[in-house]
């Protein structure tokens, strides 16, 4: 296949997950990366989390890049065009437009992830922030060092994560919240409530039910203006409302989009040749009868190395399925979700945070566990996700937590004896 070229349009997780992919499987054929970012692929996570973190006085974090230049260029034999994104498909010709450039492709991986919704009214005034690159991470960093007043709009994980490093640098931070309860999409309700006083426990203040109607400022943001009328002071104001998945280019190519690109089990968009991956693509997970679209670390790594190989032998195309796996650090708390959080019924089947600092929930639809929560739960959480994909029942997840409950209870005991 030494003449068979494949493009991969997307140079973050799933876009490197690919490339690594396909040589992996024995590619030996060409391959481009395109990239709109400058910097090379990096690793998005340790943005909105340690690397906010206050560090020593002088010193910066590395970027937390994934592969040297040179492992990409010489030993993944990949051509890198970054700083420039994609502008067209045009999926007759089977080519990739990058500015004057038409990159031509025997089979493309599409893995242009999403982009950070913005506030009305926020382009142009200094201080404003949302939290999706490298670059956006060095400013609002460089703003927490600097001892910025800080207003985070959307207590989701990217939100939270950047109101507790605001919180590590002794700052004081608010969160608004349009929602009655944080992450009611993410967790449901009653764990929204359990996950929202985390931030009470540790200084943050959290304001829902709010909408911001103006940002104030000369240039510059200096004030948040609320719903209802009141307004708080800020140097700086990080947005984390959530991301649309980046498919603006791709209209009038023929690929079907609908909240992501649409693909089938393999990840397959139905158009000659083409693959999406990561938090673009949208597609059947037969584990759990439904079309999903994540915005996962786990998923999108997953998602790039098999769209590569099935763009590559597509004759002997394999199914994607998976059980969603994400994680999010707040203050000293790691809060772990696998599975679905629909379901019929939710329940707290070990410890209770503002007690313990501990929490574990089963999430159940019809007979059967779909998901679990854990904050603080690292030694159980994938024993969860191994029974969801087993298709573990409800009685058997309940029994199960049953038997670790009285263990701990049982090993509690003997340790005060």
């Given at each position: 296949?030494?003449?068979?070229?494949?493009?991969?349009?997307?140079?973050?997780?799933?876009?490197?997950?690919?490339?690594?992919?396909?040589?992996?499987?024995?590619?030996?054929?060409?391959?481009?990366?395109?990239?709109?970012?400058?910097?090379?692929?990096?690793?998005?996570?340790?943005?909105?989390?340690?690397?906010?973190?206050?560090?020593?006085?002088?010193?910066?974090?590395?970027?937390?890049?994934?592969?040297?230049?040179?492992?990409?260029?010489?030993?993944?034999?990949?051509?890198?065009?970054?700083?420039?994104?994609?502008?067209?498909?045009?999926?007759?010709r089977k080519v990739v437009l990058v500015g004057d450039r038409a990159i031509e492709y025997d089979a493309a991986v599409i893995a242009t992830g999403a982009v950070a919704r913005e506030l009305p009214g926020s382009t142009g005034l200094a201080g404003v922030h949302t939290l999706r690159t490298l670059d956006d991470a060095v400013a609002v960093r460089e703003a927490l060092q600097a001892g910025a007043r800080t207003v985070v709009v959307g207590a989701g994980f990217i939100g939270s994560e950047i109101a507790s490093a605001a919180r590590k640098h002794g700052l004081d931070v608010t969160i608004v919240e349009a929602l009655p309860t944080p992450l009611t999409r993410a967790v449901g309700?009653?764990?929204?409530?359990?996950?929202?006083?985390?931030?009470?426990?540790?200084?943050?203040?959290?304001?829902?039910?709010?909408?911001?109607?103006?940002?104030?400022?000369?240039?510059?943001?200096?004030?948040?203006?609320?719903?209802?009328?009141?307004?708080?002071?800020?140097?700086?104001?990080?947005?984390?409302?959530?991301?649309?998945?980046?498919?603006?280019?791709?209209?009038?190519?023929?690929?079907?989009?609908?909240?992501?690109?649409?693909?089938?089990?393999?990840?397959?968009?139905?158009?000659?040749?083409?693959?999406?991956?990561?938090?673009?693509?949208?597609?059947?997970?037969?584990?759990?009868?439904?079309?999903?679209?994540?915005?996962?670390?786990?998923?999108?790594?997953?998602?790039?190395?098999?769209?590569?190989?099935?763009?590559?032998?597509?004759?002997?195309?394999?199914?994607?399925?998976?059980?969603?796996?994400?994680?999010?650090?707040?203050?000293?708390?790691?809060?772990?979700?696998?599975?679905?959080?629909?379901?019929?019924?939710?329940?707290?089947?070990?410890?209770?945070?503002?007690?313990?600092?501990?929490?574990?929930?089963?999430?159940?639809?019809?007979?059967?566990?779909?998901?679990?929560?854990?904050?603080?739960?690292?030694?159980?959480?994938?024993?969860?996700?191994?029974?969801?994909?087993?298709?573990?029942?409800?009685?058997?997840?309940?029994?199960?937590?049953?038997?670790?409950?009285?263990?701990?209870?049982?090993?509690?005991?003997?340790?005060?004896?």
């Amino acid at each position: 296949m030494g003449d068979f070229r494949l493009v991969v349009v997307g140079a973050s997780l799933a876009g490197l997950r690919a490339v690594e992919g396909a040589r992996k499987a024995g590619f030996d054929g060409r391959i481009t990366l395109v990239g709109a970012d400058s910097h090379l692929p990096y690793d998005r996570p340790p943005l909105s989390k340690a690397y906010l973190e206050p560090s020593e006085e002088g010193t910066v974090p590395a970027p937390p890049t994934f592969r040297a230049e040179d492992v990409l260029r010489d030993e993944l034999a990949t051509e890198l065009l970054l700083g420039e994104p994609a502008s067209a498909l045009d999926t007759e010709r089977k080519v990739v437009l990058v500015g004057d450039r038409a990159i031509e492709y025997d089979a493309a991986v599409i893995a242009t992830g999403a982009v950070a919704r913005e506030l009305p009214g926020s382009t142009g005034l200094a201080g404003v922030h949302t939290l999706r690159t490298l670059d956006d991470a060095v400013a609002v960093r460089e703003a927490l060092q600097a001892g910025a007043r800080t207003v985070v709009v959307g207590a989701g994980f990217i939100g939270s994560e950047i109101a507790s490093a605001a919180r590590k640098h002794g700052l004081d931070v608010t969160i608004v919240e349009a929602l009655p309860t944080p992450l009611t999409r993410a967790v449901g309700d009653e764990m929204g409530q359990v996950c929202a006083s985390l931030h009470s426990m540790n200084g943050t203040g959290l304001r829902c039910g709010l909408t911001v109607t103006e940002l104030e400022g000369d240039g510059r943001v200096e004030r948040v203006r609320l719903s209802d009328g009141s307004a708080l002071d800020a140097d700086m104001v990080v947005v984390g409302v959530g991301a649309a998945p980046a498919t603006g280019w791709l209209e009038g190519s023929g690929l079907p989009l609908s909240d992501g690109i649409v693909c089938d089990e393999t990840l397959f968009t139905g158009v000659d040749g083409v693959y999406a991956a990561g938090d673009v693509a949208r597609w059947p997970n037969s584990l759990f009868d439904r079309y999903m679209r994540l915005e996962h670390w786990t998923s999108a790594a997953e998602q790039g190395a098999i769209a590569a190989r099935n763009s590559l032998n597509p004759a002997e195309a394999k199914p994607y399925t998976t059980v969603p796996y994400f994680w999010s650090d707040w203050y000293d708390s790691r809060i772990q979700f696998v599975g679905i959080p629909h379901g019929d019924e939710i329940r707290v089947v070990d410890g209770a945070v503002e007690q313990d600092g501990r929490c574990i929930a089963l999430y159940r639809e019809g007979d059967r566990l779909v998901g679990s929560l854990a904050i603080n739960g690292q030694t159980v959480i994938m024993k969860y996700r191994s029974m969801i994909a087993k298709k573990a029942t409800w009685d058997d997840a309940l029994a199960f937590a049953e038997r670790r409950r009285a263990v701990s209870s049982a090993t509690a005991a003997w340790t005060a004896r």
